[in-house]
């Protein structure tokens, strides 16, 4: 396979790449972005105008996510770690 062709097949899967995201995102954003994340379901045009090519751009994640219907991940941080009793205790 000769360097011409090997570009020419990565430029072809980059194109499939965002034809699929370009296809997904106006679905997602219409229907899927609610399911994913319960606070985006009463958002307007703006919003979801915004993050429109995000969408596109990371179409594999959001999939995935829309079909297991699994909610965004909560945040984990020292204070809420510490507020449910899981911080870590130093004596000093």
Not at 30 to 50: E, Q, S
Request: overall charge positive; aromatic content about 8%.
């Amino acid at each position: 396979m000769s360097i011409v062709r090997a570009a020419e097949v990565v430029v072809l899967l980059g194109a499939v790449y965002v034809a699929c995201g370009l296809v997904f995102a106006p679905f997602f954003v219409w229907r899927g972005v609610g399911r994913v994340d319960p606070a985006a379901r009463t958002t307007g045009l703006g919003f979801r105008l915004i993050v429109l090519p995000g969408v596109a751009a990371l179409w594999p994640v959001l999939l995935r996510r829309w079909l297991a219907g699994r909610q965004p991940p909560a945040e984990r941080n020292a204070h809420r770690d510490a507020a449910a009793g899981r911080g870590r205790r130093v004596d000093g």
